[in-house]
């Protein structure tokens, strides 16, 4: 088959469509789908060949090891030297949802999803096209997310297929994900198990099922080199330089608005991404072509989370240059919130003082 350009199709995930997925996948063909966290693009884990088209059309640096989804607990056992004790109360607790768990790996997966390493990831996803598409293809999905590489995670079937459009056969369309941001990443391969990528599950609510867990150093502290090879890449940016402003709300709007009217001046064509409550603050004027985009309450980071990556995708869309946004207080849903924004910036992160 030539690889070319491929006429991707993009269907609403009934059951005749998912099974049309389960076809190409086990046919060792790539097929986007949704999760509950983000859109995933998924091939045969077991298959090196299909997992290889993975790197290839996401233009994914080989190092970076892939996450393989399954449908049932059960499959865990193949795919791993041991299961250790802690992972039972999580596995059963928290599974299906957005919570990968890093084992010791088994024979059966080949090199090329644990990018030549001995541990791999497997996670079990709540959304039901997802289940039912690894359920019919009757073997673990390896699925990164699936954007090109480099870009925000596509959060719908239309930013997903915006990206993948010509590389891939299938989308299937499973509405907009509800968390918005990717799965937890914890490693259980060593005692106490560690989060290597913050996610909806954060610190507190892991803490209720084990008796220590560590927030792996990179998260939290810059400068510090993080464990899993995903984290160190160049990732979520949209094309429009981003700045991040943290601080009192007060003063933080002030600033917005003045680097607003700095920018404008300039020619530049803004987006911001406001809180509700500072949005209303404001009085933004919307002329000179300016996008504002709401990302719920400050109260309610679940918005936020849901919201970002498909208001910086929105950005790029409406050919903004410059977006200014407000931050999450580092704590909580709001550490996952910022790792994701700080990447989107560059390390664009502005700390406003309070002025008297
Ligand atoms: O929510 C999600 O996790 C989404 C959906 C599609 O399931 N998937 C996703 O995959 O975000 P990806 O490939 O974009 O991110 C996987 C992350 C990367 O940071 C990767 O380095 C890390 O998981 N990872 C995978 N296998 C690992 C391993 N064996 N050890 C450490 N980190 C690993
Ligand atoms: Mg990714």
């Given amino acids: 088959m030539s690889r070319e350009w491929i006429d991707t199709r993009i269907l609403f995930g009934d059951p005749e469509a998912i099974e049309e997925g389960a076809q190409w996948i086990r046919q060792g063909e790539l097929v986007a789908f949704p999760t509950e966290t983000v859109y995933g693009l998924g091939a045969d884990g077991l298959n090196p060949a299909a997992v290889a088209e993975i790197f290839r059309v996401k233009g994914r640096p080989q190092d970076n090891p892939l996450i393989l989804h399954i449908s049932e607990i ?63 293809s009757g073997t673990p999905i390896a699925a990164p997310s699936a954007n ?16 993948l459009k010509g590389r891939i056969p299938l989308v299937l369309d499973g509405g907009a994900c509800e968390i918005g941001i990717e799965s937890t990443v914890l490693d259980l391969t060593e005692s106490p198990a560690t989060i290597l990528r913050p996610g ?31 984290q160190k890449y160049r990732h979520y940016a949209p094309k429009a330089e981003m700045t991040v402003f943290l601080g009192a ?53 679940r918005t936020m989370a849901h919201r970002l990556f498909a208001s910086l995708r929105a950005m790029d869309f409406l050919g903004v240059d410059v977006i200014l946004a407000e931050g999450a207080e580092e704590e909580g849903l709001g550490i996952s919130i910022m790792n994701r924004m700080k990447k989107s910036a560059s390390g664009h992160v502005v700390w406003v003082e309070e002025r008297g």
């Fill in 200 to 230: 909806y599950f954060t610190q507190e609510m892991l803490g209720v099922y084990l008796e220590e867990v560590n927030l792996d150093q990179s998260i939290v502290k810059d400068g510090v080199i993080p464990r899993s090879p995903g």
């Fill in 249 to 301: 709300p007060k003063s933080v709007q002030k600033k917005i608005l003045m680097e607003s009217e700095r920018l404008q001046a300039l020619g530049k064509k803004v987006g911001f991404l406001l809180f509700e409550e500072d949005r209303e603050n404001m009085h933004l004027s919307t002329n000179a072509g300016q996008v504002v985009f709401g990302q719920g309450s400050r109260k309610d980071l």
């Fill in 148 to 163: 090109l590489s480099g870009k925000p995670s596509p959060t719908n079937a239309q930013d997903t297929y915006r990206d």
């Fill in 74 to 136: 059960a499959q865990v056992d193949a795919l791993v030297r041991e299961i250790p004790q802690v992972a039972y109360s999580l596995m059963e607790s928290l599974w299906p949802g957005p919570l990968t768990l890093i084992f010791k790996k088994s024979d059966q997966v080949p090199d090329i999803v644990t990018a030549g390493g001995d541990t791999v990831a497997i996670r079990m996803p709540s959304h039901p096209t997802a289940r039912e598409l690894i359920r019919r």
